[in-house]
């Protein structure tokens, strides 16, 4: 990891607007980093970092990447980019109330994120610790475990 980090940010329908409040709360902080976010969140936390700017608002202001919508593939390719190494944080706003249609891949995504050692914040509480850490602002690297006797295992098995 280097001081510039891969920061997917990621919300529930329901969740959107407390992650905009946390997004516009940590507006500083988030715009020192590359942003990886699904479709509609992405959109939502783009226009409120730009909001946030005002008139000092630069095209280049934001590094963000923008995926797909959740149940159109968006957590499919955020868990691809986690296995690529592209994500070094996951902040989810995911709404602990309410049955997703893309569930099956809600669970996929916090699994591979887990799998990769990926530091994740399902919540306000958490996103603060995280981003607030003196390991987020350092050359922190997660230890991931290695997996090669597994998969030899399985393979041979």
Known sequence: MNNKKKVALVA?????????EWVDWNWE????????????????????LRDRRGRE???????????KSGPLGGD???GALIAEGQVEALIFFWDP??????DVDVKALLRIATLYNVP??????????LISSPLF?????PVVKDYKSYVERTLNG
């Open 12 to 20: 529930h329908d329901n969740m959107k607007r407390d992650l905009a």
């Open 29 to 48: 902080v988030l715009l020192k980093h590359h942003l990886i976010c699904t479709g509609t969140t992405g959109k939502m936390v783009e226009k409120t």
């Open 57 to 67: 608002f630069r095209e280049d202001d934001v590094d963000i990447t923008l995926l």
């Open 76 to 78: 499919q390719q955020l």
């Open 97 to 102: 109330m309410q049955a997703q249609p893309h």
């Open 120 to 129: 994740t914040a399902i919540d306000r509480s958490s996103a603060d610790f």
């Open 137 to 141: 602002g350092s050359d922190y690297t």
